[in-house]
């Protein structure tokens, strides 16, 4: 199956800075999805993205299906931004099953 | 702006109970998944259900687990005799028209087998 790599693991950002969070994955997509995980557990849609640029206020993604990677960028972090991101991807299979990273673990310090 | 409701938001049962999670998908949505997320793991696909029919099942989604459609609005997974392992919080999603499009998702079940 497709295997789906994020990096780095964890990341430690003061107030205000900005951060790239990378997703890798191994075969063709037809779904790829950033998530936010609060504290609270629950997953916060971010992007559905699976190829192009999308932008939502300090937050935008790109996917190069291409090359098989997708990137989520954070502009003047927040201690709000705080929590794990995940990229989830879906494969050529007609079932919508959708295979999540470990996850980037984002802590921004005030 | 609709959303996936889930309930309860927590459960703890005994090892060897029966638990039933709730999921009520957005309303006009034709697609519905549970996934779990151990604590600390990633999250893991459990199963795909449309048009009344389960469409994919992970290894995980054994004989003890199940899932309905019950009416025109529910969702359920039954897990008929609970392990320890089982513990997890478990979430719904759905999709609109087609399996490729956006997965929202409930704000989950956390479910602890004692």
């Known amino acids: 199956g497709i295997q789906v790599e994020q990096s780095p693991p964890d990341l430690i950002l003061q107030e205000g800075a900005n951060s790239t969070l990378r997703c890798n994955f191994s075969?063709?997509?037809?779904?790829l999805q950033w998530f936010h995980q609060n504290p609270w557990g629950q997953l916060i849609n971010l992007f559905y993205i699976p190829s192009g640029t999308k932008q939502n206020g300090r937050l935008s993604a790109t996917t190069v299906a291409t090359e098989r990677y997708s990137l989520l960028y954070i502009s003047s972090s927040q201690t709000t931004d705080s929590g794990v991101y995940f990229c989830a991807v879906g494969g050529s299979g007609n079932t919508g099953k959708l295979i999540f990273g470990q996850g980037t673990t984002l802590q921004v310090k005030p | 702006e609709p959303e996936v409701t889930q309930t309860p938001s927590h459960q703890v049962t005994q090892m060897g109970q029966e638990v039933i999670l709730r999921c009520v998908p957005i309303?006009?949505?034709?697609?519905f998944y549970w996934y779990r997320q151990i604590l600390g793991q990633k999250v893991e696909f459990l199963v795909s259900?449309?048009?009344?029919?389960?469409?994919?099942k992970s290894e995980i989604f054994d004989d003890q687990f199940s899932v309905e459609r019950p009416d025109g609005s529910n969702f359920t997974l039954k897990i008929r005799s609970t392990k320890l392992e089982d513990s997890a919080m478990y979430f719904c999603?759905?999709?609109?028209?087609?399996?490729?499009?956006?997965?929202?998702f409930g704000p989950g079940t956390r479910l602890l087998v004692l």
């Open positions: 999603a759905s999709s609109e028209l087609t399996q490729r499009e956006t997965q929202y």
């Open positions: 259900f449309y048009n009344n029919e389960i469409s994919e």
């Open positions: 309303s006009n949505h034709l697609y």
């Open positions: 075969d063709s997509v037809n779904n």
